[in-house]
């Protein structure tokens, strides 16, 4: 998901319909899948490999702005980061890992928008928020939930049945 959200957020920026922001990947298996997928572009379908030859820096999934966060003090800068970005945190359903500490420090902020892409599970922080659980708890503690939460549907990573047959 990390990576196709990647792929759209170059072909919007490309286009001009949506300012550049600052983008960062806070997510260390997010950014080692991501390396994986850049060395095999035998890999890639027919909509990435034409990406790849039309992209303006020949990188369907990287562009201005983007930076990957591989430690936990990198992640931390993020707390105190002023202007507007987007920050792709994989986790899931919120169960775990950097994810927590972005919404500890940014649900109760109207300005905030939480985007779910992949589904969440009955009884997991996601879903509860998702579904409109205010206050939630992360890690233990109640927070308020101020942000915007919104989803969008249809982006799995997991394989369906053809392309486990293959």
Known sequence: ????????????????????????VDSPLAINITDVLRRHPECYDAEMARALSEDRDGDPIGFPGLRFLRTADE?????????????????????????????????????????????QAQETL????LDGVDPVLVFGEPYGVRAEITKITGYSAHADHDELIA
């Not at 996601?126 to 928020?129: D, E």
């Open 126 to 129: 996601g879903r509860k928020i």
């Open 1 to 24: 998901r990390t990576q196709e959200l990647l792929f759209r957020l170059n072909q919007i920026f490309e286009a001009g319909e949506l300012p550049r922001v600052p983008v960062f």
């Open 75 to 119: 992640s931390k800068t993020l707390n105190f980061m002023d202007g507007p970005a987007v920050i792709i945190a994989a986790s899931g359903m919120c169960e775990g890992g950097r994810i927590l500490h972005h919404l500890k420090n940014h649900l109760g902020q109207s300005s905030t928008t939480v985007l779910f892409v992949g589904f």
